[in-house]
């Protein structure tokens, strides 16, 4: 057999930020991360036989919670970068602490077709079954494979490959944590191969947030009854602020007031602090229910969950759009309007691809 021809071997850039994934300890104190990505590539069964060619990149060297808005934003930059100079994919490694808001953003800001893929893991390699390998060469894999285009950020952990915008962390220790409640993942690796069972239908891109603008946006989850102050204590420091209501969109009804107030000044996000389901818009009508709440100047956001919520609203603010952009935003990112309105078009429309049939409301 002929050998494959330079041009058609699948070229992979990993960027390395740290997290579970390189952590190791010599003192028996805890584990920090300290392995490069290189030494990840490297401890990765099997890789060298996929015919895949690996560039590593020290990007970070960050627990996943210390990870910035700023290490992301330059992130994307660099991952383009390096997709334009003929990468055929690019895989994040970081904590998984944030993934689910980390690939998010690297969602929106990710405007090339090429496929970007985070990972991470759950056992560090001090642990028996650490899972790192596994899943750093099942998001090479899916990195490699021209199946994964158009598909915006992925990620790729125990072998299930799931779309930025819907992914969620469901739980502290287990391995198969990540978890995509409203729609399940998008597809999965198959001995070594990925398999998307269905598609992302269109992809929502936004300008790139500007260096200059650290907007402060709070996430504020409601909960039995609530004291206003509390609110009141974080409000008048925010740019933005995301609620995390009861169930549809519910908040108790000393809360309406400072609510009313704060949403003539700052753009407010209605969401649901339930792990799966929409916001509804007119189907409660007591005060604090989601009804009320919209007609004071609150942003429905549909499927959107609060952290991605957040995620969104910040960008948008140090992105420097204007009020209606951001509610127009939310309306598509939340499934509540159709894609054709989302204020940045997108070159990667495929709004011929059905999503997963929960997804939209």
């Not at 960050?62 to 290490?71: E, I, N, V």
């Not at 934003?73 to 990468?87: I, K, Y």
């Not at 199946?147 to 072998?159: I, P, Y």
């Not at 933005?240 to 407010?268: C, M, N, R, S």
Request: charged share 15%; hydrophobic share 40%.
């Amino acid at each position: 057999m002929s050998p494959t021809p330079p041009e058609l071997v699948p070229n992979v850039v990993v960027f390395g930020l740290g997290g579970t994934i390189a952590m190791t300890s010599g003192t028996g104190d805890g584990v920090s991360p300290t392995l490069s990505a290189r030494d990840l590539v490297d401890a990765v069964p099997g890789l060298a036989t996929t015919g895949i060619d690996i560039k590593v990149v020290d990007f970070r060297r960050r627990p996943g919670a210390s990870l910035t808005f700023a290490d992301i934003t330059a992130l994307a930059a660099a991952a383009t970068r390096e997709l334009a100079a003929g990468a055929t994919g690019v895989v994040v490694t970081q904590g998984t602490d944030t993934i689910e808001e980390t690939a998010y953003l690297l969602d929106l800001l990710h405007h090339r077709p090429e496929p970007l893929v985070v990972t991470g893991a759950m056992r560090n390699p001090t642990l028996a079954g650490a899972d790192g390998p596994a899943n750093l060469l099942a998001a090479i894999q899916t990195a490699a494979s021209p199946t994964t285009r158009d598909q915006g950020c992925l990620v790729v952990l125990a072998d299930e490959i799931h779309a930025a915008r819907r992914v969620a962390k469901t739980h502290s220790t287990h391995g198969g944590t990540f978890r995509s409640p409203d729609t399940g993942p998008i597809g999965y690796v198959v001995e070594g191969t990925a398999q998307l069972l269905t598609h992302v239908s269109y992809r929502l891109t936004i300008p790139t947030p500007h260096q200059d603008e650290r907007p402060r946006v709070g996430l504020y989850t409601v909960s039995l009854d609530d004291d206003p102050a509390l609110l009141n204590a974080i409000a008048d420091r925010c740019d933005g602020l995301v609620i995390a209501g009861f169930g549809v969109g519910h908040v108790p009804e000393p809360l309406v007031d400072p609510l009313t107030t704060l949403a003539a000044h700052i753009p407010i996000v209605l969401t649901s602090r339930t792990p799966a389901g929409p916001t509804l818009t007119h189907t409660y009508g007591f005060p604090g229910s989601e009804r009320d709440l919209l007609t004071r100047g609150l942003i429905p956001a549909g499927w959107l969950h609060p952290y991605k919520a957040r995620i969104l609203l910040r960008a948008l603010l140090a992105a420097q759009t204007n009020p209606q952009e951001i509610a127009t935003a939310f309306a598509v990112a939340g499934n509540r309007a159709e894609p054709s309105s989302w204020p940045w078009p997108s070159p990667f429309q495929t709004a011929d691809r059905p999503e997963a049939p929960a997804a939209h409301a």
